[in-house]
């Protein structure tokens, strides 16, 4: 029998239907994060206001309890035999080194989002939640990313 | 069966939320060793969008191979729906009374809903300015600065990243700088 998953552009009928699978947890998965990110008031452009003006612990303790949470099931995650579903080591992929990048795309990114209160994660949440004129938001965010794929190779590193 | 509905449309206190964010990033991994971010998605978008002879080479790259974060980003939309429609508080974020005054300062009134109307009033031409101008700032600093609060923030720092913490605090000192000084005086001239 001929092994016909080892020809580029055609898969074995269990794989294509495995990762249509695999799809579909990643839009389950999307779809528990954005329930969230409505239920933790991380969407709502009033606490990000607060938080940017240090009135209240939500936010910070929002985000450490979520840093927390994710460092140690990683760790723990990285220090089990466990596989990752597909069947791979789990191996986390490094930031690429520097800090120039870091420190100006950051801070540009940090004026936008608290110029609108709206970070990537819920500008695709306030979308499904029908708040329309973020849309605004989401055309100009392509155009932004647009410029960058423009300008990337004469900006600093 | 109304009470029910009470605790789906309730908002979640931050140190059950939290955790609940924290656990997308070993979810992912172990999904399929992917690196948890959404502001990709916006470089996707771009690669699909844009034809072929006027790409960047920036967009030149296998978006099929992406499509997991196109399905993560299509989720949130369909989570925002069921969350933030389907079941959305009736009652308004409670914020502290600091964080009350000083919304109101800005010219917005603390009412139910994510987003307030005053800022998403397209008869005003100002929030057109406001919104257009902060998607690009978004869209061109996640890109430039490598990710965003999902990427840096809650996917580096769990996972020791040094550039991750340079970026989180650079979000911020952005964020602050513009919440406190640029949106009040945007503000004055848009309301």
Known sequence: MTRTSNIPGVHAPVSSRRAATGLLLYLLAGLYFGVVLVKSEAASWYRIQEMFRFESFHMFGLMGSAVLTGMITTAWLRRSSVNSWDGQAIRITDKEKGWRRYVFGGLTFGVGWGLAGICPGPLFVLLGAGVWPILIVLVFALLGTYLYGVLKDRLPH | MTEVFDVLRSPLPWYVAGPLIGLTVPLLLWLG????????????????????????????YDWRAERWNLMFAAGLILG???????????????????????VQALGVQVRPGLVPTELTDLSNPGVWVLLAVSGLLVGFGTRYGGGCTSGHAITGLSTLQGPSLIATVSFFAGGILSANLLLPLLMAVIR
Not at chain 2, 36 to 51: D, K, Q
Not at chain 2, 82 to 98: D, K, R
Request: positive net charge.
């Open chain 2, 33 to 60: 060793n992917k690196g948890f971010g959404i502001s990709a998605n916006l470089r996707h978008v771009c690669a699909i969008l844009l034809p072929e002879r006027a790409k960047p080479g920036f967009f030149r």
């Open chain 2, 80 to 102: 925002g729906f069921i969350a933030g429609a389907l079941l959305a508080n009736p009652q308004s974020t409670p914020l502290s009374s600091a964080g009350v005054q000083s």
